[in-house]
Structures are given as structure tokens and as C-alpha cells.
């Protein structure tokens, strides 16, 4: 990974982290909307701190493992997206940039948990 995949990463991550916190309100707690968005927002913050530089020790494991499945389902939803446009398009790179920052994000985290096992 290179630096410049790592800013660009960390760019995509504190976007999605702002467009939850700004939707998050709009759904009443405990509605499994809400709770969708907690778990991405905590999972897109455990991200950000690796992409960051800042390491993930302050989160325990199980926050680290629980932070996977919200990310590869960003992942499958991307793909399901970008699927309906044609490579070039706006819409395509757009989805392809989201794919790779989280791609890269889950690298690091599994990467984190693999370490901390050993």
C-alpha cells in the first residue's frame, strides 16, 4: 500500500463517517437502520484511526472482529452498484474508489487482529 492509497483511503472513510453521523438522526434508536449506522460508524472510526497512523490498541478485539462484517457489506453493496454502470462512468469510479478504501480498511483490521494473536 502506498502512501498515496492511504490518504486517498482515509479521505473516502471520514466521508461515509460524515454522511452516518448526519443520517443517524433520522432514525429512531434500536430501529435496525439505526444500529446499521452505529456499527458502520464505529467500524469506519477504527478504520480511520489505521489509516491514520494511529493504530487500533484502544480497541479491543471483539471490536476489531465486529468491525469486518460492516465493511465487507459496504463492499458487497458497492459492487452491487457500481454492477449497473459502465467502467468510465462517473457513477463506476465513483463506487470503484468506496470498494478500494474499504477493501484496504478491512486489510488493516484483519492485519490488526492477526498481529494481536500471535
Do not use: W
Not at 469486518?68 to 449497473?84: D, G, Q, T
Amino acid at each position: 500500500m502506498t502512501d498515496l492509497e492511504r490518504v486517498d483511503a482515509l479521505k473516502v472513510v471520514t466521508s461515509v463517517i460524515a454522511r452516518c453521523e448526519r443520517t443517524q438522526p433520522k432514525f429512531v434508536t434500536g430501529t435496525s437502520q439505526h444500529t446499521l449506522l452505529k456499527n458502520r460508524i464505529q467500524a469506519m472510526k477504527i478504520a480511520q484511526d489505521l489509516l491514520a497512523g494511529h493504530g487500533a490498541g484502544r480497541y479491543p478485539l471483539q471490536d476489531l472482529s465486529a468491525a469486518l462484517e460492516p465493511l465487507s457489506s459496504i463492499i458487497r453493496k458497492c459492487e452491487k452498484a457500481r454492477s449497473k454502470y459502465e467502467p468510465g462512468s462517473g457513477q463506476y469510479g465513483r463506487f470503484q474508489g468506496i470498494i478500494r478504501a474499504m477493501e484496504l480498511s478491512r486489510t488493516m483490521i484483519e492485519n490488526e487482529l492477526r498481529r494481536r494473536s500471535l
